[in-house]
């Protein structure tokens, strides 16, 4: 798919973002990309960058040839310019083995209008998967970045005013922390082997709440245990090479499939699967597939199920007009809900599963409510897959949900 449809940019602009996104013709004519990490941008961050580098650590579902980069400037409200970046394979922590520069449309500097957003030219650079990718951004004025506020990993600053460290191999310069990822939004990887780019799509339970959960007072992050990381895992182990398969995960906690619950917070307002869906899905690179996991946070914030199914709809016809499949799961157990909200809750999975395929809206059933719930209480969470909050799961469950679902579907998409 192209760049974000939700973009609306002056013309000029417009021409800066589309030459950075496919770099000469024959660089085009040339690849085969698809989207192999991905982590939404959601908002600004709390932070000014001034005269700075950022090293901010992507791990990749599959490997390649070459990879291409997303810098995002969504929710900025000024243009944006990266003065230098590169990208090299991580080497443990602010560390990176042989950094090779990035470009965009040639240049080694970009600026990203406001509310825009830019690929780079495409990096030659060996990959493979389930593997670290660093990718270092210098900023030499000063901006707000946007952000995905859950990383569930360390990535790297170096002091405001230090200057451009985006060459070091080594991370000493960058010696702040942040558990968020700013700027960079997604990593293509040039591999025409590939059959597709299979997206997760909805809230928290999408973007790895609970994946760092080892068992009482054990916590491990950066080790990418999301079930979209396990299930990648298990494509590449299990399915055969012509059928390989990319997950880029389009998760954003705390968001709703649809756009108008009362109680809604107002840092995920705008942020409904059908408002993102463009940037966020169909903006990526060789989408085949979509899980769509959304609707707990719809009930949690007062949605019954007609608002949500109405939602349901819309998407998968839009994903549906696009040439994705789409699977979908009931939604999943959650603790404080009222009777009223599991009445909607086995409203929204009824239909959901009948015919095994959303009443022939979507393309199959992937049914995690089965995975997670406590078959001697449905409406709790299996204690053992349980993070702690009745809500997400914990390492064990992440990895039940992963192995639940069907490669051979996949395979089809």
Known sequence: MGISGRTTVPAAAAAVAL???????????????????????????????????????THLSQGGDAIRVRVQNTFGTAPLTIDEATAGISAGASAVTAPAPVTFGGSPSVTVPAGGEVWSDGTPLATSPDQDVAISLYVAGTAVPGEHDSALRDNYLTPAGSGSHVADPDGAAYTQKVGATYLVSAVDVDHPGLTGTIVPFGSSVVDGTGSTNCGPGCTETGTNRRWADDLARRIVAELPGTAQLAVANAGIGGTTSAAGCP???????????????????????????????????????????????????????RLRDAGIKVYVTPITPRPGYSD????????????????????????????????????LAPNHINPAYDNGDGIHANIAGQQALADFVSLPMLAGS
């Not at 914030?301 to 819309?314: E, F, N, R, V």
């Open 340 to 375: 009223q909200n599991n009445v909607d809750r086995h409203t929204v999975g009824l239909f959901v599963k009948q015919g095994n395929n959303c009443s022939g809206t979507c393309t199959a059933t992937i049914d995690f409510d089965q995975v997670l719930a406590d078959p």
């Open 263 to 317: 109680g809604m917070p107002e840092g995920v307002k705008g942020l409904d699967a059908l408002s993102r869906l463009d940037r966020d899905v169909l903006a990526l690179h060789g989408v085949t597939a979509v899980i769509y996991y959304y609707g707990t946070n719809d009930l949690a914030d007062g949605c019954t199920a007609a608002p949500i199914l109405d939602s349901y709809h819309q998407v998968f016809q």
């Open 19 to 57: 030459t950075a996104l496919f770099g000469s013709s024959a660089e085009a004519a040339a690849r085969t990309w698809f989207t192999s990490w991905a982590e939404s941008q959601q908002d600004l961050a709390g932070v000014t960058l001034n005269h700075q580098s950022l090293r901010m650590i």
